[in-house]
T-cell receptor
Framework: EDQVTQSPEALRLQEGESSSLNCSYT??????LFWYRQDPGKGPEFLFT?????EEKEKERLKATLTKKESFLHITAPKPEDSATYLC??????????????WGLGTSLAVNP | DGGITQSPKYLFRKEGQNVTLSCEQN?????MYWYRQDPGQGLRLIYY???????QKGDIAEGYSVSREKKESFPLTVTSAQKNPTAFYLC??????????????FGPGTRLLVL
């Protein structure tokens, strides 16, 4: 069964304390892995798309990497404003017009000043 | 500023009532989507549309209906047949449904509550 699992469920960091969030997936034929940030009561904000193993993308304090089984979102020297839920979604190869993304449950990150 | 707008921010539904959630985008995107978000569950796709006057069911379409009469607009109606409508509803759009143009961008969401 296709599945996306994010860990940990929740993470609390001190400001400046770097860490990584994990998104592991079991899908047949990956056609894209997406990272989003979601603040409470708001819609997800797009961060990155990764398409192939070995690919890396960076944006400010965030860096996303992809292997054949998982993706990591590395947060370097986080600030309190990085506190949010980080969502991962995967699109698999599928014939026809089914455009479903498979979503993880997210990692809730809290950064203390 | 280009973006996706959803209205209202909060919506209250009475038993047996149909309600319609609005989604408008000025990004000139072809594809639009509706998701439902519940605590402890990942986003679930309700309906999506690739072009005007065409739409497909997602995983949980029962009790919902949509229309796509204009490229910019993709309203969602929650019908009385949806027995558990309380959730956070998210509208999204993407340039297209192929390759690297299918990254989805989300609106701010509508929270639907049942009275």
């Amino acid at each position: 069964e296709d599945q996306v699992t994010q860990s940990p469920e929740a993470l609390r960091l001190q400001e400046g304390e770097s860490s990584s969030l994990n998104c592991s997936y079991t899908v047949s034929g990956l056609r894209g892995l997406f990272w989003y940030r979601q603040d409470p009561g708001k819609g997800p904000e797009f961060l990155f798309t990764l398409y192939s193993a070995g690919e890396e993308k960076e944006k400010e304090r965030l860096k996303a990497t992809l292997t054949k089984k998982e993706s990591f979102l590395h947060i370097t020297a986080p600030k309190p404003e990085d506190s949010a839920t980080y969502l991962c979604a995967v699109r698999r190869w599928e014939a026809g017009n089914n455009r479903k993304l498979i979503w993880g449950l997210g990692t809730s990150l809290a950064v203390n000043p | 500023d280009g973006g996706i707008t959803q209205s209202p921010k909060y919506l209250f539904r009475k038993e047996g009532q149909n309600v319609t959630l609005s989604c408008e985008q000025n990004l000139n995107h072809d594809a639009m989507y509706w998701y439902r978000q519940d605590p402890g569950q990942g986003l679930r796709l309700i309906y999506y549309s690739q072009i005007v006057n065409d739409f497909q069911k997602g995983d949980i379409a029962e009790g919902y209906s949509v229309s796509r009469e204009k490229k910019e607009s993709f309203p969602l109606t929650v019908t009385s047949a949806q027995k558990n409508p309380t959730a956070f509803y998210l509208c999204a759009s993407s340039i297209a449904l192929a390759g690297q143009q299918e990254t989805q961008y989300f609106g701010p969401g509508t929270r639907l509550l049942v009275l």
